[in-house]
Structures are given as structure tokens and as C-alpha cells.
């Protein structure tokens, strides 16, 4: 379910409701507290239902406001058939009856004329689980007309049935992509200035002369970033750290590569409470977080508390073990991150790919999307999923060795035209009784091998069929698997001049 409540009037359009065969689809929002709390009303609300099993769902609620600028909020609605708000992420909850009462958290506060703020939330629900009906700003009505209808559901326990929305066009080169254009958008630090650096002194440099945290920045990086000249810098702009790029309870950052290329060596990001923030053609290698020198626990990209819309882009990130060996994963995100896309890049030479979720209960992130990747020599998780949704295509996976895409306790993955080469157990739910699951359409297993399930190891293959359907939000155009080998070659990584596809093989 799908609910659009926009424009400053009390007018609704005729028959709107009937066509969509949704009734009285309208919900309940309240915006208060702080600053300019009395501000001129005017809110657009999108209510979406993400998913739905039996007794229960996933639903994001985004507002964006139309009126004056907002220091502090309080989002509301009411329930109408006796449905509970489980887990809320993006906000801090509190449920009386039917009334749910919503609050921003310390990062997401501030709210100006246009902006758009998402709190998610699993709820439970009996019987039916329509839509909320009463929608106020500042205690007067937010009216509009619903645009779409995004859920179609089942009540399985194993599967969701939602209506897949699938474009033929990519956005424009140079735009995110994926779940990361979701959300309001990825656009990092467009729009403010371009610094250049050197170190990654003169990163954190850059990032704390700005006039505020979330004033834009682009920050060109050329040469190797490493611990001998990464010190933490201090300021009113930034959180730093030695020995880590720290982007910090920060937003509208942009790092890129340039010249003759960024290399951070043994030395990672590290991404908390932060959003909007856009990374690309850069290489992260040996990050550890055992032996020395250590850094950002051994992940060279980590994402956690809060974070929001990050797309990662032609970027090369390698390791030279596993666990063992000092090395954790290449790609992670916990404590609520949402919103992500990894593109273009390569993973390699790791013991652990990516994860999300660092826990069994940790199922508070997702909607992220993986496309145009290599993964190569990766023991595991390329990426492990706890809860949450992916979505998984052309991706090209090479010597997956012990297991692949993991899907654990009720994560959801749509996994399209992939091409798996010299592997084992590329899909599945492994070592958890916690099952996940899939929806699957047009890969290539080229020489994969299956083991046999168990209780805790539940292989997709070698019969690989769908176990759930999953919605996506966003257009994208998907290559043939035939050509995913090729064209990931010659677009994947960095300073390949951000090259993409152009369709064909």
C-alpha cells in the first residue's frame, strides 16, 4: 500500500480512491515540537507497506514538508484495525490504542521547506491491515491525492507477494542508483565546494572548515591515504578520528578520486549517523582490526547508527585474508542503515564480502541494492542479509568459496541476471536456523556446486526457485547474464573512468 498526501489544500480528486481500489486512503500526521513548530501547515505523506507476511509487516512512513523549516518533529497517525508498531527505525516511538506518536531522533531533527524525513517501522497486525486515516500538520489536515499503489500482499508465512515495478532506463550516468536514489535522493556534496586532498589530514581538514556539518562538500582525493598522515582534525563541523576516515553525524559529502587515483592503504571509512553521502573511484585495501595497524574494525567501507543514503561507486575494495589474518568484511552496515547502493566496484581476496545486520537481531536495515559488481576469491556473505531487502543484479561472482548471497532471518532478496562462476552454495540461508528468502529470475550458475541442507544450511540450488516476490521502487535496466562478465570488466572499479553500460555486450 501506497499513500502520496501532498499541496496545501483540503481538496481531494474525485474517484481517486475507487480507481485504485483503496479506500479512504488516508492517514494520520502530526508535526509539532521546537522551533517553528506553529509554522505554516503543508506536508506530502508517503505511506508505503514494503512487505507483509502472516501477522506481520514492514512500512515506511516520509514526510516531506511544505511549510517553513522544522527544528524538531512529531509524526502521528492512527491505526483502524488494532495494528501494533513492533520496531521503529529513523525515530523513537510510543503507541497509545490505535494512536502512534513518533519523534525525531538527535540527527534527524531539522526539517526544512522540502526536505523529506523516513522513519520505518515493523508493526503486527490481525485480520486486515489497512491503511491510516487522518492526516494533520500542526493539527490541521494534510489532504492530497494517493499516486500509486506499490503492495499487492500475501499473508505466507514464507512468502510476500508484492507488484514488481521494473523501467527499461537507467537514470543518467553519474547518478545513484538503486535504493540509494530512494528516500529523497543520493547527491552528496553537489552544489558546495570542490577542496582538494592529499592526506587524510587534509580530508578531515576539509570536512571541519565547513560552516556547518551539513554544508556541501566535494572533497577530490589523488594519491595514498594511509595512518603516517591521517590525524584527527577538531572543529564545529566534524567528529574525527586518527588513523580512520571518520564521516561522523555529518551529510552532503562527496569523496572521489582524481588524477592519477585515491588509494587508502590499511586504512577505511567509516560512516555513522550520517547521510547523503557519495563515495566513488577510490580503492580501500587491507584494513585491519587485529595485528597493525588497525582501522575502523577491520571494514574497509562501514556503515552504522542511523545512516542514511550512501551510494558507493566504482570502487575497488580487497583485502588479503580473512579472520584469521587480521580482516573483516569490505562492505558492511548495521545499527539501521538504510538506503544504500554498491555499484561498479570490485570486491576481492576477503574472507567476508558485506553484511547487513551484525546480529541475529540487528534486522533494522536495508533497502540496499547491489549491481555491476565483481566479487572475487570471497569465502562468505557477498553480502549475508539479516532481515531487510536487497536487491541483487548483474553482478558478476568469481570463486565463491564457502557461500554466497546468505538471506537470514526473514530478509528478502531479489537477485536478477547475476552470473556465478566456480562456486559454492551462491544462494541460501547458511549456519542459522533463520530463514530468509529470495525471488530469483535470469542468472547463471557456470560450474557451482550445491551442498546438502541441514537444519542451519539451507542451499537455493541446484533446483534454484523463488520463495518470495519483492517490490522495487526505482527504475533500472538489466543486462543480459550472457554479458555480465564482460561488461562488469570493463566497468567495474576504480579509475576506469566511471565507465557503465551502454546495454550490450
Known sequence: MS?????????????????LSVAALTGGLVMAAGTNANAAAGCRVDYSVINQWDGGFGANVTVTNLGDPLSNWTLGWSFTAGQKVTQMWGGEFSQSGSAVTVRNTSWNGSLATGASVTPGFNGSWSGSNPTPTSFTLNGVACTGQPTNTSTSTSTSTTTSTTTTTTTTSNPPTGTATGFASQNGGTTGGQGGATVRATTGTQIHQALCSRAGSSTPIVIEVSGTINHGNTAKVSGNSCETAAGVIELKRISNVTIIGVGGGAVFDQLGIHIRESRNIIIRNVTIQNVKKSGSPT?????????????????????????????????????????????VTLSYSTLRNSGRGGLIGSSES????????????????????????????????????????????????????????????????????????????????????????????????????????????????????????????????????????????????
Open 3 to 19: 499513500l502520496r498526501i501532498g499541496q496545501r489544500t483540503r481538496s481531494r480528486a474525485a474517484g481517486i480512491a475507487a480507481a
Open 362 to 505: 540487528d534486522v533494522s536495515n536495508g533497502f540496499v541494492t547491489y549491481h555491476h559488481n565483481l566479487y572475487e576469491n570471497i569465502d562468505s556473505r557477498t553480502p549475508l542479509l539479516r532481515g531487510g531487502i536487497a536487491h541483487i543484479y548483474n553482478n558478476h561472482y568469481v570463486s565463491l568459496n564457502e557461500s554466497g548471497i546468505n538471506s537470514r532471518v526473514g530478509a528478502k532478496a531479489k537477485v536478477d541476471n547475476n552470473y556465478f562462476k566456480n562456486s559454492k552454495d551462491v544462494l541460501g540461508t547458511f549456519y542459522t536456523t533463520e530463514a530468509g528468502y529470495w525471488q530469483v529470475s535470469g542468472n547463471i550458475f557456470d560450474n557451482v556446486t550445491w551442498s546438502a541442507p541441514s537444519s542451519d544450511h539451507k542451499p537455493a540450488g541446484p533446483d534454484v526457485k523463488s520463495t518470495t516476490t519483492v517490490s522495487i521502487p526505482y527504475g533500472y535496466a538489466l543486462d543480459q547474464a550472457t554479458c555480465v562478465p564482460s561488461v562488469v570488466s570493463r566497468t567495474a572499479g576504480a579509475n576506469t573512468g566511471l565507465s557503465e553500460s551502454n546495454g550490450s555486450c
Open 295 to 339: 582501522s575502523n574494525g577491520g571494514d574497509a567501507i562501514g556503515m552504522e547508527s542511523g545512516v542514511r543514503n550512501v551510494w558507493v561507486d566504482h570502487v575497488n575494495l580487497l583485502a588479503s585474508g580473512g579472520e584469521s589474518e587480521g580482516y573483516d568484511g569490505l562492505f558492511d552496515m548495521k545499527d539501521d542503515t538504510q538506503y
